[in-house]
């Protein structure tokens, strides 16, 4: 069997981030996946995202299932915690962990075989849990192991390559986050590495249920005329609704200013921006105008991207829950067996 782990050597004068860390740091075994899968390019932008956000990469606990998409956790991170589960079971698998340890930053990677068919019913708990965790999708419309067969999420009326049309209704994975109560639910594109990445590094601070849906589009068996999630497609029916960026660890800048006036802003790296204040369509705010926007603009034929809902006073499982502040995994006998007395009290308690 050949080895694909990548060297550990590297420049010295490659940038560093805030921990000491380069990108290099945050990479992995060479990937296996075909020269060009969008999956590749997801990789890349977690590996941007931890790198921009100084992760200690041994914070990070990284689980997936079945699938091209449950392959690529071997391609990032190579020195953080690392769990591949059966085909579909990846939430469960990661809540347990969760529950365990709280301590850890979850990444839960699947694909819309693993989520919107075998693993749909645990997709669907993992997020109106709240469990605190990013879960991507990445999303192909197809079975790219077994050859190109369509997935759940392919569109009504695309065609396969073998020329077969699809006659089932898709699942929308962002649409059914946003009925089942996830917290932060966004759409992007493997080939928009300006918009994934602020969203990953977004979603990793969020608390709770964090969803990234990724049309990532497969090469081998579903990048050609008729489909709606090949390259051409998506860069031809891509409305982006918000251009986002993330600020870590500084004071707020604020503005104040009436609509349709401009105002001159300077920010952190000294750097001036200018504001026009619109009165915009959108707000990420709005959970039940999100899932309008979504239908709307599907019915136009166009793929939504960017950061469609957020709750920033979002709770988490922990929180539903009440659990202690340490992780239960470093618990000892006296914590977890209190004695007779405390349990005949819980008992009373709930009579």
């Not at 006073?313 to 470093?330: I, K, M, R, S």
Request: net charge negative; with cysteine; proline share 4%.
């Amino acid at each position: 069997m050949t080895y694909l782990a990548k060297p550990k050597f590297h420049h010295p004068s490659l940038p560093k981030n805030a921990i000491g860390f380069t990108r290099r740091d945050y990479e992995a075994s060479t990937s296996t996946l075909c020269a060009g899968c969008g999956h590749d390019s997801i990789s890349a932008a977690i590996i941007e995202a931890a790198f921009e956000l100084s992760i200690e990469p041994h914070r990070v606990a990284k689980i997936s299932g079945i699938g091209c998409s449950s392959k690529t956790p071997d391609y990032f991170l190579g020195a953080s915690h690392g769990f591949n589960s059966v085909h579909g079971r990846m939430p469960s698998v990661l809540t347990g962990a969760n529950l365990a340890n709280r301590d850890l930053i979850y990444l839960g990677v699947s694909g819309d075989g693993d989520s919107a068919s075998i693993g749909f019913g645990q997709f669907a708990h993992a997020l109106r849990r709240g469990v605190d965790m990013v879960y991507i999708v990445e999303n192909n419309g197809v079975y790219g192991l077994t050859k190109g067969q369509f997935s759940a999420t392919a569109d009504k009326g695309s065609k396969s390559k073998k020329g077969a049309l699809n006659s089932d209704s898709a699942i929308d994975l962002v649409s059914m986050a946003l009925q089942l109560g996830a917290t932060f639910v966004a759409r992007s594109f493997s080939g928009d590495k300006a918009q994934l990445v602020p969203l990953i590094k977004a979603a990793i601070q969020h608390r709770g249920a964090a969803l990234i849906d990724v049309i990532s589009p497969c090469i081998a068996f579903n990048n050609h005329v008729g489909s709606t999630k090949s390259l051409d497609y998506v860069r031809a029916h891509n409305e982006a609704v918000n251009a986002l960026d993330v600020m870590i660890g500084r004071a707020p800048i604020t503005v104040d200013h009436a609509p349709g006036k401009v105002v001159t802003v300077t920010l952190h790296d000294g750097s001036e921006l200018r504001l026009r204040k619109l009165n915009d369509e959108y707000d990420p705010g709005d959970r039940l105008a999100a899932m309008n926007f979504l239908q709307a603009h599907a019915a136009r034929g166009q793929i939504v991207t960017g950061l469609l809902y957020v709750d920033p006073e979002a709770d988490d499982l922990h929180g539903h829950f009440d659990t202690v502040p340490t992780p239960l995994n470093q618990l000892g006998e006296r914590e977890l067996c209190p004695g007779a007395d405390t349990l005949d009290a819980i008992n009373a308690g709930l009579r």
